[in-house]
């Protein structure tokens, strides 16, 4: 144990990265999430596609997916820089990008299946009752209907957030220098390998706790108002 | 820039090599999984705090943290303590494979023993009170009344950890193993086509992630109430 005192503030700037890797990632999931709801939701060619987004995204493992993104990224921004100027060297994609946005992908293939679900699952009744007192098409959407989706969707949403957080350790395999990259380094220095990873997945547990006792919060007041 | 079927082509059968690798993961690991998630279930049902409090931290912490730090933990951690090193289980502990088989059973315990948890709970106390007052034993209760409606409720989440567990296989090749995923990383150096070879990677584990599905699906059918 001792030997991680030296390494605290490295570790602290590790899980600082992990917290910003993650709330980017976090807010593409939300868009990613409602544009593949919206495309579900509308039929057609544009339903389809999403489906595919779904399953290819559901089924692919998380760590092929990054691998995917930031080489593929590399092999696609340096061709297109060849275009503009053909002696141009090799360029990638910023590992935390291509990390936040492969991992915000998939986490927006769960959450596109659980905003349609919840969109679907708001009782066909509040609907009418919102369209008899007169309310506009936009005025029941964001009133009445996306309200309690919300509340519908919140625990399963959680869910793949939590999953989110524990992916961004997967970030550190394409170069990220976040914590496990300083479990690395402390360990060629300390020899301590076993206190060092331990250290990682402490700080990880920290995280997803504190995650999922402010998601506990979240739904409870999404529920505020209906009677226990 | 193109997408280049050739590359597609002879990448495949190489990617089928490592196929097998991922099956012998994903096999032992589930089977791993479950021999763990047996004794966890056990002690999260019991009524002794003494026995639910140790499954219960062993829930959080597996289910708490990415399945790839548990792997290192185990890969690179291990090698910390020389007393370990000693025992003659060190032949074991130091092949790549076994830390994965380890370190993937012990997620899935973690996994397995939670949905085991709830569809035991979820079983109504009617069915063991009527089968009690049919005069059964505590035994064949859990045997013959209780165990086999758990299961029925147990199978739709089962699927998803399996699903789960053929994605988890992939973290492998981050500790050398030439399963898929570490073949792709293999060709895709070689080759400099990594759409190709990474989609042609992906295919394999959808293929088998649609496998899974179906065959939990089958299961279910096959044990459905009676209509």
Redesign the interface.
Known sequence: MGALTGWLDEFAWGAFLILRVFLVAAAFTLVFGVVGAAARLSGGVWARLAGVYV??F????????L??FY??G???LT?LARLADPGAGFVDIPPFWAGALAIALIAGAYATETFRGAFLGVAPGQIEAARALGLAPWAILLFVRLPQAWRIALPSLGNHLIGLM?????V??IGLNEI?FT??MA?SVT????????A??VI??AF??ALSAALAAAERRARRHLAR | ?GFDLAIVAESLPRLAEGLALTLALIAASLAGGALIAGPATWALLRPSRWLRSPARAYV??FR???????L??IY??????EWLRETSAWAVLREPFWCCVLAFSLNSGAYTAEILRGAIAGVSDEQAEAARALGLSRGRIFRLVVWPQALRLALPPYGNEV?GM??????A??VTLAEI?GV??TI?AET????EV??S??II??AL??AAERAVAAAEHRRSWPQ
């Open positions: 399953t290819v559901r089924g692919t493992p998380e760590l092929l997916v691998l995917l080489f593929g590399a092999v696609t061709a524990k992916d961004t350790a997967l550190s395999v496990m479990a690395k360990t020899g301590q390998p076993f206190t060092m990873f331990a990682v997945a990880y547990l997803t706790t | 820039m959080w912490a708490g943290t990415p399945a790839l730090v548990q290192f933990v690179y951690g291990l090698a910390q303590f699903v053929i994605k988890t296989s992939a973290l090749s981050t995923t792709a990383e895709a400099f086509a990594p759409y990474f989609l990677a992906a584990y959808l992630a649609w």
